[in-house]
């Protein structure tokens, strides 16, 4: 029996068949609810986005970070020096590639991809070699669904992400240009 046929037979009534899975289909409620509540509580409190990237050197406390300004834009918000030089997120030393107007900093692949302005993100990033999920590229299904740390997309999505995921960063990259530079957990 898999896990399909179970399914089938506890939604079909089959009394014999809920009792006998009872135990499993309350802790699947509990396990439901307790993501549910995980969820609620990462929008209602998002981390600073930047803390996840700048790993703290244990052998360094308290290093002021240099204040990025205005019009620096993603590339200053990122940076953290001290006398010991650049730590943390240095998308300059990433490789770069393609050309045109804008870059896209992907931290994950380590790789700055020039995207133009008309130009989706997604194909430009996937033929450069980034790992993207992806599937209708339409901005329908989600699967694309990325979080963006620094930098204004122009996204047309068609109801696959949500109004409270795009408050927390994230982004369909499949239906988005770039309007700056961006800097793309991926
Ligand atoms: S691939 Fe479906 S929303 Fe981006």
Do not use: W
């Not at 896990?3 to 809920?18: A, C, K, L």
């Not at 999920?133 to 990325?146: A, D, I, P, R, V």
């Not at 960063?169 to 309007?179: D, I, M, N, V």
Request: with cysteine; hydrophobic share 35%.
């Amino acid at each position: 029996m898999d896990d399909t046929s179970i399914h089938m037979e506890f939604f079909s009534g089959d009394r014999q068949t809920e009792a006998e899975y009872r135990d499993e289909v309350t802790r699947a409620g509990e396990v439901a609810e307790e993501v549910a509540a995980a969820e609620e509580r990462q929008f209602a409190a998002p981390p600073d986005r930047l803390d996840m990237f700048v790993k703290p050197d244990p052998a360094i406390v308290d290093i002021p970070h240099t204040a990025a300004s205005p019009g620096d834009g993603a590339h200053g918000a990122v940076e953290a020096v001290d006398t010991k030089g650049p730590r943390a997120l240095d998308v300059e030393s990433f490789t770069t590639v393609g050309e045109g107007e804008h870059r896209v900093s992907f931290t994950r692949s380590q790789l700055n991809v020039m995207v133009t302005a008309d130009e989706p993100i997604l194909p430009a990033a996937q033929r450069a070699g980034v790992r993207i999920g992806m599937n209708c590229q339409q901005g329908m299904c989600g699967s694309c669904k990325s979080l963006k740390l620094e930098g204004d997309v122009d996204m047309k999505h068609q109801g696959g992400i949500r109004a409270r995921e795009i408050d927390a960063g994230k982004f369909l990259p499949c239906c988005s240009t770039a309007r700056s530079d961006l800097i793309v957990d991926a």
